[in-house]
């Protein structure tokens, strides 16, 4: 589920993070050191993404602990519906919290720097900052990562969501003119399906109406002692 949501969202990613992939200061090595370097690049947005689906395992695993995952299901589901139909574009409208503004706009600065910075580590570390900018669909994800119910799943799940990016992000990187603009922009329009498809998962998972192994969510019960026993 991770990998198929990263895969289609990474349409969006081509659209919205696509100009700092075509920016990469790869283009002047070998065609191998070209392919390491957006790799690299790609592995410290994946790093991030991990990272951030660990800190809100815990919340999950909070909310399971307090019987509270199914209701956050349900609930995020029929937002993410109810946002759908109100605009095909919500996810683009999602502004970044005014207490994030100051932090996002330090990561700005630093990605300039290092853009005209050629290391392989370079490449890495601005990869992990790229993992920190505000997206809808990483929002979408991390959603989706607490109700995996536990860090370690839920840096599972976001890692295997940021491979399933790794694709086109890398091919948009490596082919200067594979994707045009035209193209990311429409690629773009196909997001509030897949937001669909994502928030109907939610919504049947919170129900317990299906016996897939959807999210890793399968049903976890809590021990309780009873009498010593």
């Known amino acids: 589920m991770a990998?198929?949501?990263?895969?289609?969202?990474?349409?969006?990613?081509?659209?919205?993070?696509?100009?700092?992939?075509?920016?990469?200061?790869?283009?002047?090595?070998?065609?191998?050191?070209?392919?390491?370097?957006?790799?690299l690049y790609n592995l410290g947005r994946a790093t991030t993404y991990a990272f951030l689906g660990f800190l809100l395992g815990f919340v999950g695993n909070a909310l399971?602990?307090?019987?509270?995952?199914?209701s956050l299901s349900i609930g995020t589901g029929v937002i993410m519906?109810?946002?759908?139909?109100?605009?095909?574009?919500?996810?683009?409208?999602?502004?970044?919290?005014?207490?994030l503004q100051k932090g996002v706009q330090w990561i700005k600065k630093q990605l300039g720097a290092l853009l005209h910075q050629r290391s392989f580590s370079s490449l890495f570390v601005l990869g992990t900052l790229n993992g920190l900018l505000p997206c809808g669909l990483v929002y979408m994800a991390l959603i989706s990562?607490?109700?995996?119910?536990?860090?370690?799943?839920?840096?599972?799940?976001?890692?295997?969501?940021?491979l399933g990016t790794l694709?086109?992000?890398?091919?948009?990187?490596?082919?200067?003119?594979?994707?045009?603009?035209s193209f990311r922009n429409?690629?773009?329009?196909?997001?509030?399906?897949?937001?669909?498809?994502?928030?109907?998962?939610?919504?049947?998972?919170?129900?317990?109406?299906?016996?897939?192994?959807?999210?890793?969510?399968?049903n976890r019960e809590i021990p309780v002692c009873h009498g010593g026993r």
Not at 146 to 155: K, R, S, V, Y
């Open 186 to 218: 429409r690629a773009r329009s196909f997001m509030p399906a897949l937001v669909a498809v994502v928030a109907v998962v939610l919504i049947l998972r919170g129900l317990e109406v299906t016996g897939w192994p959807i999210l890793g969510l399968e």
């Open 167 to 181: 694709p086109a992000m890398s091919a948009v990187a490596f082919v200067k003119n594979l994707f045009s603009t």
């Open 3 to 39: 990998f198929s949501l990263g895969l289609m969202s990474s349409l969006h990613c081509v659209g919205m993070c696509g100009p700092i992939a075509l920016a990469l200061p790869v283009h002047q090595r070998s065609k191998w050191g070209k392919l390491g370097g957006i790799v």
């Open 64 to 70: 399971n602990l307090a019987g509270l995952q199914r």
């Open 145 to 162: 990562s607490i109700a995996t119910g536990g860090p370690t799943d839920g840096a599972l799940f976001m890692a295997t969501f940021g």
């Open 81 to 99: 519906l109810a946002a759908v139909a109100y605009s095909s574009h919500w996810l683009d409208q999602l502004g970044t919290p005014p207490f």
